[in-house]
């Protein structure tokens, strides 16, 4: 059965519908026409949130950092080399707090680096600090059991 999967477009925000078997065939976006997986972390804003995070049946995976904190940088590569491995069945994306303090705020981030899962823009996981790559594969993959 060809199940289809509402897939948000990191782009212009489209709802899609893909056969979930075809997901990893690196479809584009019916709407704008450009790739529904690139391989990197979408950049969320208060403008694009909700279309991306908050809706569709992949789970999202956001890391809460800033520009002047020494972890979430030396975290970012880490997260960026998981974004082509975990796509397509999770969605990396990042947010920068310092420029979107009201999403940061609605999260209750209290500290930096913080990793929220999110399914349908619930909540399913969080853990705060850098990990390495195998604890962030182990943290995925323990979120995408519980969710």
Do not use: Y
């Not at 940061?104 to 909540?123: D, H, V, W, Y």
């Not at 399913?124 to 195998?134: K, M």
């Amino acid at each position: 059965m060809n199940t289809p999967l509402a897939i948000p477009c990191p782009h212009c925000g489209a709802l899609n519908r893909v056969p979930a078997e075809r997901a990893g065939e690196q479809p584009n976006c019916g709407r704008c026409k450009q790739a529904l997986f690139t391989g990197h972390p979408v950049d969320l804003t208060t403008a694009n949130f909700d279309a991306i995070a908050g809706r569709g049946d992949l789970p999202v995976l956001v890391d809460f950092w800033a520009p002047w904190c020494g972890p979430c940088v030396g975290f970012a590569p880490v997260f960026v080399q998981a974004a082509g491995k975990f796509e397509p069945r999770v969605r990396l994306a990042k947010l920068d707090t310092e420029a979107q303090p009201q999403l940061a705020q609605r999260f209750n981030i209290r500290s930096i680096p913080t990793l929220i899962m999110l399914k349908q823009g619930r909540e399913i996981a969080r853990q705060s600090g850098a990990l390495n790559a195998a604890q962030l594969q182990q943290f995925v993959e323990g979120a995408l059991a519980r969710g």
